[in-house]
C-alpha cells in the first residue's frame, strides 16, 4: 500500500499523492489528458503526473490553467510548492492518510453507535410488546424478516430529494440510512427472546405483582438479553457494511456526503482494487473487529454465564 520506501523518502514521510479528480469524471480525464497529463483507465489522475507535466508546477499550459480553476479538479492553490513535496508513488497512501482513515473511523463508528442505540431503545419496548402477544408476533415476525432483507438502499433517493429540497441536517436525516436495514435484526430477535419467556417466570413476576422498571429488570431484560446481544451484533456488522453506501448517497446531479470511514471508501472505489480501498477495508475491520471484542463479546459472554434460560 505504501510503495517500495513503505512511505518513507528523502529523510522523513512522504505526502499524500491525491487524486485531483476525485469525482473520477470521464470528462475531466480527457481534459488532463489533452492537456498532457498521464492518466488512468479508472479516471484518476495523480498530482504526480501533473507535477511531471508542468515541470513541477512551474509551467502550466493554457489548457492546465482552466483546469486549475475547474471546480471538480482538486488541484492545490500553490502547484509549485505542492510539487515540491516529496510525495509516495501515484497511486500508493501516505501515513497521513492512516491518521485521516482512523480518524474518519472514528466518526463513523460514532453514527453507529449512536444509532444501534436509537434502535435498541425504540425497537426493544416494540418487540417485547409484540412477543407478549403470540398471534401478533406470528404475523409480525415473518414481515420484520422480510423487512430484513429489503434493499434499503432502494430508498436512499427519497432520502435525498428530501433532505435536499428541504436543507435538512444530514447528520439527522441521512445518518439513520445505514440502519435502515440493520434495525430489524433487533426487532424480530427481540421477538424471539419476549416469545421464548416461561410461561411459569410470568406467571410468577405476575404472582409476586412486579411492575414498571422491576418486571423489566427482574424479567424481561435478563429473559431477552441473549436474544438482544445476538440481534445486536448482527445489526451493528450491517451497519458498518451500509455506511459504505449511506455516507455518500445520490439521486441525478444531487450527491450528498457525510465525514466518515464509508464515504472514504465510496470515494476511492474507482471500478479496480487499490491501496486506499485497502487501507480504508483494513481500519475498518480493525475498528469493527475491536468493537467487537471490547464490547460485543463481553455482552455475548455475560449473556451465556448469566441470563441463559435452558
Not at 518513507?8 to 492537456?35: I, K
Not at 489522475?45 to 482552466?66: E, K, N, P, R, Y
Request: charged share 10%; aromatic share 10%.
Amino acid at each position: 500500500m505504501f510503495g517500495p520506501g513503505l512511505g518513507f523518502g528523502n529523510n522523513g514521510l512522504l505526502a499524500p499523492n491525491p487524486n485531483v479528480n476525485s469525482g473520477l469524471r470521464p470528462e475531466l480525464a480527457q481534459r488532463f489528458a489533452a492537456a498532457g497529463v498521464a492518466t488512468n483507465a479508472d479516471q484518476t489522475v495523480w498530482l504526480s503526473d501533473v507535477c511531471a507535466a508542468t515541470s513541477g508546477g512551474t509551467q502550466i499550459s493554457a489548457d492546465l490553467a482552466a483546469l486549475l480553476r475547474e471546480r471538480w479538479a482538486a488541484l492545490p492553490d500553490d502547484l509549485a510548492a505542492a510539487c515540491a513535496l516529496p510525495m509516495v508513488p501515484a497511486g500508493k497512501v501516505a501515513w497521513a492518510d492512516v491518521l485521516e482513515c482512523i480518524w474518519l473511523g472514528l466518526m463513523t463508528t460514532l453514527r453507529v453507535v449512536i444509532w444501534i442505540t436509537v434502535s435498541t431503545l425504540v425497537w426493544t419496548p416494540i418487540g417485547v410488546w409484540i412477543g407478549l402477544r403470540p398471534r401478533v408476533a406470528q404475523f409480525v415476525q415473518p414481515v420484520a424478516q422480510f423487512a430484513a432483507a429489503f434493499p434499503a438502499n432502494l430508498l436512499f433517493p427519497v432520502a435525498v430529494v428530501l433532505i435536499s429540497n428541504f436543507a435538512l441536517p444530514q447528520n439527522l436525516f441521512q445518518a439513520p440510512l445505514m440502519v435502515l436495514g440493520a434495525q430489524w435484526y433487533i426487532l424480530f430477535n427481540v421477538i424471539a427472546g419476549t416469545v421464548a419467556i416461561p410461561n411459569d417466570l410470568k406467571e410468577a413476576a405476575m404472582v409476586h405483582g412486579l411492575r414498571g422498571w422491576a418486571w423489566w429488570r427482574k424479567l424481561i431484560i435478563p429473559a431477552i438479553f441473549p436474544a438482544f446481544v445476538t440481534g445486536g451484533i448482527t445489526a451493528s456488522g450491517g451497519s458498518w457494511n451500509a455506511s459504505i453506501v449511506s455516507e455518500v448517497v445520490s439521486w441525478g446531479t444531487t450527491t450528498l456526503t457525510l465525514t466518515g470511514l464509508g464515504a472514504y471508501i465510496a470515494t476511492w472505489s474507482t471500478g479496480e482494487f487499490n491501496p486506499h480501498v485497502g487501507l480504508g477495508m483494513l481500519v475498518m475491520g480493525l475498528l469493527v473487529l475491536g468493537f467487537n471484542r471490547l464490547f460485543w463479546r463481553r455482552l455475548y459472554h455475560l449473556a451465556e454465564t448469566r441470563f441463559r434460560l435452558d
